[in-house]
């Protein structure tokens, strides 16, 4: 299993917009093959990133996803916030999971 976080730096007066447009988001990921869980999380210090965290069966069903039509669609609506709204650079990165504790 692999995570990808993508971490994703928005100012403090955008940061509820941002928000709820995770929280109305398409859903067209949710039926991918590979396809985990989502979670978005929401910094709780000024200056950090919003963290969107997948996580997939393999580094090759990520892949996958990015080259769907489901995802140039789930993009495509997502209702974008303005330029100025986020004050630097996302930045992606992928983990391989090596061990994981049950969630309750």
Do not use: C
Request: glycine fraction near 6%.
């Amino acid at each position: 299993m692999i995570t990808v976080a993508n971490r994703i730096y928005v100012k403090p007066e955008y940061q509820d917009q941002f928000a709820e447009r995770f929280r109305e988001r398409a859903g067209l990921v949710d039926g991918m093959p590979g396809f985990v869980a989502n979670h978005v999380l929401r910094p709780t210090r000024e200056g950090e990133p919003f963290v969107v965290l997948t996580f997939w069966e393999s580094r090759e069903t990520f892949e996958a996803w990015t080259q769907s039509d489901a995802f140039r669609q789930g993009h495509a609506r997502s209702g974008s916030l303005p330029r100025e709204a986020f004050s630097g650079p996302n930045v992606l990165e992928m983990h391989e999971v090596v061990t994981s504790s049950p969630t309750r």
